[in-house]
């Protein structure tokens, strides 16, 4: 098991940070720096996915009943999504 | 066979860059540092050096490209002064930090405004924290032969640093001095192939100057502190391998009459050469009087400097740069705090002259050092002294 990124000492690094593990990107957790969440009413929802194609995170998956729904782990809480979905299914509510 | 020949120093520069055999030169040319990258030219559109001649619309986007080249494990050179390196200085961090071992001249200029030319340290002192290695030169042979030894420095496994290679502009870049060009054969065998560690490669991808977050910035940052600080025990091997190998000796810091002067005088490049000449003069005159020579500016060679001023009374330190607003010579104020924990210290008096390429004498630097033991004598109000103002 490699160390947590968070206990990492300066020796651990590789030459000046390089990362030599492709894809390590996924598992940076970008919702740390959310303020707001989406929240969705689905009974509203047509499948069309346009939330999935303008996350800049590429956080939107289809749940088992094949909405759209944004992974917390990754959502940074943008709300782009919110405002491009054409019938107002997502609204951003302030994360406590 | 080793060659003696006359040569403009700049051309000089560009013959030892052909010597290391550089793979790219990304450069942009600006005074005076262009006859470098012009011979460059030349040498590689007749085929006499075999490399990838990037030009490039400014110094942010050639510095941007030895970025790329070294990443790639190419050799890189480039060189730049003045205005252009303050162009280049976001790039500079990013190619301490990213640790690629780039090779770089800087004919050293003031910086405007005024607009001026010509040379002094201001330059230098604007990317003093930028984590390169960065050595002084007094004379063309010096900057020839650590422009050489800089790739040996730069790309060794231990050191992995871009190296900034120093020397005064006009006085050295435009001069035509007597120099020693080595064999091509004995530059390569002396240079190792660089072999960068982690290149980029397709068969291998790697992500270079990634994202640090501040769980991880402050061991980034730690890492390379280390790295540059232990980088002075390559430097020194590298030297003395050069010695052996060509038969001249460089030290972090060098002295001229030191041994058993109670004042030093200290310079940096090449006004060394005349304050030398001034130090003979004095010394006939009875005065008793040294010079320190500081060639390594980073890492700062803090053992080597105490060495040198133990039993010291007076330590006169020249700066051709100004702190303004500040201490005055951003170098005097590093040494001032370099000794401050010394018991016995060395009074230290700080003099800036040599401003935006005007000379210092003879007869100057004999004034700026009796100055000096007179101010080390009965003290001064004043953080440091100009040299040469009209009031
Ligand atoms: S809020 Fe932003 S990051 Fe989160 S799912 Fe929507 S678009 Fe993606
Ligand atoms: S954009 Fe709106 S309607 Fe379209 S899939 Fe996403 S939530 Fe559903």
């Known amino acids: 098991m490699p160390k947590p990124d968070n206990e990492l000492t300066w020796k651990d690094l590789e030459i000046g940070c390089i990362v030599t593990n492709p894809g390590s990107a996924a598992v940076y957790r970008t919702g740390d720096w959310r303020s707001q969440r989406p929240e969705y009413d689905f009974s509203r929802c047509i499948k069309c996915g346009v939330c999935q194609m303008n996350c800049p995170e590429d956080s939107v998956k289809k749940n088992e009943l094949g909405y759209y729904e944004a992974d917390l782990y990754h959502c940074k809480g943008c709300g782009i999504c919110s405002r491009e979905c054409p019938v107002w299914v997502i609204s951003m509510k302030e994360e406590s | ?391």
């Open chain 2, 1 to 391: 066979m080793t060659k003696r020949v006359g040569m403009e120093v700049s051309v000089a520069i560009a013959e030892a860059v052909k010597l290391a055999d550089a793979d790219v030169v990304a450069v942009y040319p600006i005074t005076p540092q262009t006859h470098i990258v012009e011979h460059l030219a030349e040498l590689v559109v007749s085929g006499e050096l075999d490399a990838e001649y990037i030009t490039v619309e400014s110094e942010h986007s050639a510095m941007s490209a030895c970025l790329g080249s070294a990443a790639a494990g190419a050799r890189t050179y480039t060189a730049t002064a003045s205005q252009g390196l303050e162009l280049m200085q976001e790039t500079l961090y990013v190619a301490s930090g990213m640790r690629l071992p780039i090779v770089m001249t800087v004919a050293n200029r003031a910086v405007s405004a005024p607009l001026s030319i010509w040379g002094d340290h201001s330059d230098v002192m604007t990317v003093r924290d930028t984590g390169w290695i960065q050595i002084f030169n007094e004379n063309g042979q010096e900057v020839v032969d650590n422009t050489i030894c800089a790739f040996r420095i730069a790309e060794n496994r231990n050191v992995l640093l871009p190296v900034m290679v120093h020397m005064d502009g006009f006085h050295l870049s435009h001069v035509i001095e007597p120099i020693l060009l080595s064999d091509e054969e004995q530059v390569r065998a002396f240079l190792p192939v660089n072999n960068y560690p982690l290149p980029l490669h397709p068969s291998k991808p790697v992500a270079m100057g990634d994202f640090a977050p501040p769980f991880i910035y402050t061991e980034a940052k730690w890492a390379h502190e280390q790295a540059l600080r232990n980088s002075k025990k390559v430097i020194l091997e590298v030297w003395d391998a050069f010695a052996k190998e060509f038969g001249r000796q460089y030290k972090p810091v060098e002295t001229y009459c030191a041994e058993g002067a109670k004042t030093l005088l200290f310079t940096m490049g090449s006004f060394s050469e005349t304050a030398m000449t001034s130090i003979d003069k004095m010394r006939a005159d009875g005065l008793d009087i040294g010079l320190v020579k500081l060639r390594l500016w980073r890492p700062f060679p803090f053992e080597e400097l105490r060495d040198v001023v133990k039993g010291v009374d007076t330590l006169i330190v020249l700066d051709r740069a100004l702190s303004t607003g500040g201490p005055g010579g951003p170098v005097c104020s590093e040494i001032r705090s370099a000794f401050y924990n010394l018991n016995p210290r060395p009074q230290i008096v700080s003099f800036v002259g040599g401003l935006g390429g005007r000379d210092i004498t003879i007869e100057g630097f004999e004034s700026i050092v009796r100055s000096g033991m007179e101010i080390a004598k009965s003290g001064s109000d004043k953080e440091f002294q100009i040299f040469g103002v009209r009031e």
